[in-house]
């Protein structure tokens, strides 16, 4: 892949949806339920492998339940018809995103509800104290981010929601959950920061180098040794490489 065209699908952990960057109409990705007890709840091949592998680290399996993961964008419209008929434009503006706009339209993002007799659709309760605040420490650590935190609805254009989890990939979520950013700030970091000059973020056990590819602009990326490298689409108009080893 060495650019991204107008119209065209876009793909990677750190794909951008919201109001300002629809999401182009793409085929579902490979979908597989994170929770095998809840088989109706899909997400993308590799998040619900790692949403799985957190669950299982924590204990969190059967008392950390997932209630939405991919959605069409049918279903996606039918939420927004629904909500906007039940709860008003108000309501429905804060907590749904409209027809593809969504994130749970990647499979990459998931809803969250503490194990409970009843649980929200749209709100699920999702605490920060016992197993859902040990995951949310731990997520980052499996790639995931509180996608919607409070404080930054501004920047997202959505309101907090702490239910809301997203995957963008295990060196991309401990960056931002260091530095207190949302996806729309790290991907603007990245623009503004890190196109000639690479990022460096060093786990226990690897070093990743990220670096951002205006379209079109793909070239080498500087990385002492031999490694790994995985391209993303940002759905802004860019790449974003990360390599590691």
């Known amino acids: 892949m060495s650019s991204v065209q107008a119209g065209r699908t876009v793909t990677g952990p750190l794909v951008l949806v919201n109001a300002d960057h629809p999401l182009s109409p793409a085929p579902p990705p490979d979908l597989l339920p994170p929770d095998p007890l809840r088989p109706e709840v899909l997400m993308e091949r590799r998040a619900s492998h790692l949403l799985r592998a957190c669950l299982q ?7 950390i339940l997932p209630v939405s993961g991919w959605r069409s964008r049918e279903e996606q419209q039918a939420i927004w018809d629904d909500t906007m008929a039940r709860e008003g434009a108000e309501f429905t503006h804060s907590y749904v995103a ?7 339209q990647t499979g990459l993002a998931v809803d969250l509800a503490q194990a409970a007799p009843h649980i929200d659709f749209i709100r699920p309760h999702f605490p920060h104290t016992g197993v859902c605040g040990t995951f949310r420490r731990r997520a980052a650590d499996y790639g995931f ?4 935190p409070a ?5 997202t254009g959505i309101a907090h929601e702490p239910w809301h989890f997203r995957y963008v990939g295990v060196p991309h979520a401990g960056i931002m959950a260091s530095r207190g950013l949302v996806l729309e700030e790290y991907l603007a970091l990245l623009r503004e920061e890190h196109v000639e000059r690479p990022l460096t973020y060093r786990s226990d056990f690897r070093t990743f180098q990220i670096r951002y590819c205006p379209a079109g602009e793909l070239g080498p990326v500087p990385f002492e040794g031999e490694g790994y ?17």
């Open 57 to 63: 680290s924590i204990g969190g399996l059967g008392a």
């Open 98 to 104: 409209r027809p593809g706009c969504s994130e749970h």
């Open 145 to 148: 981010i509180e996608r919607y």
């Open 151 to 155: 404080g930054k609805e501004a920047v």
């Open 229 to 245: 490298r995985q391209i993303s689409g940002d759905n802004c108009g860019g790449l974003v490489v990360t390599i590691w080893r």
